[in-house]
C-alpha cells in the first residue's frame, strides 16, 4: 500500500525559511510533487522533479524562492522553500505519480498534508 507522509510545516515569520519533507512508503516514483491549498481557494501545483532529478518544475509564484529535490535512496522528497511570504500560506500536501507527461497535473497517490503558516 502506497503512502506519503509529510513533514516539516509550521509557524514562521515573514522572510523566513522551512523544509518540507515527504516520505513515500512502498514504491519510488517517476514523478513527485508539492501542492499547496490556501482557506477558500483551490489546490495549486507548487513544484515537481522527475526520479532522475534532472528536471524539476515550479510555479511562478515560487520560482527562485523554493527548491525542489529528490533522494531516491529514501524515497523522500524535499521543499525548501526560503523567502517566505504570508500568501504562501496554506497545507502543502505532496503527490506522486509515474506518467511523466505533464508534472503539473493529474497525480495519482496523494499526502494528508502539513500546515504552513508565515505571518506578517
Known amino acids: 500500500q502506497v503512502q506519503l507522509v509529510e513533514s516539516g510545516g509550521g509557524l514562521v515569520q515573514a522572510g523566513d525559511s522551512l523544509r518540507l519533507s515527504c516520505v513515500a512508503s512502498?514504491?519510488?516514483?517517476?514523478?513527485m510533487g508539492w501542492f499547496r491549498q490556501a482557506p477558500g481557494k483551490e489546490r495549486e501545483f507548487v513544484a515537481a522533479?522527475?526520479?532522475?532529478?534532472?528536471?524539476?518544475y515550479y510555479a511562478d509564484s515560487v520560482k527562485g524562492r523554493f527548491t525542489i529535490s529528490r533522494d531516491n535512496a529514501k524515497n523522500t522528497v524535499y521543499l525548501q522553500m526560503n523567502s517566505l511570504k504570508p500568501e504562501d500560506t496554506a497545507v502543502y500536501h505532496c503527490?506522486?505519480?509515474?506518467?511523466?507527461?505533464?508534472?503539473?497535473?493529474?497525480?495519482?497517490?496523494w499526502g494528508q498534508g502539513t500546515q504552513v503558516t508565515v505571518s506578517s
Open positions: 503527490a506522486a505519480k509515474n506518467d511523466i507527461r505533464v508534472p503539473t497535473l493529474n497525480y495519482d497517490y
Open positions: 512502498g514504491r519510488t516514483f517517476s514523478v
Open positions: 522533479i522527475l526520479s532522475s532529478s534532472r528536471y524539476t
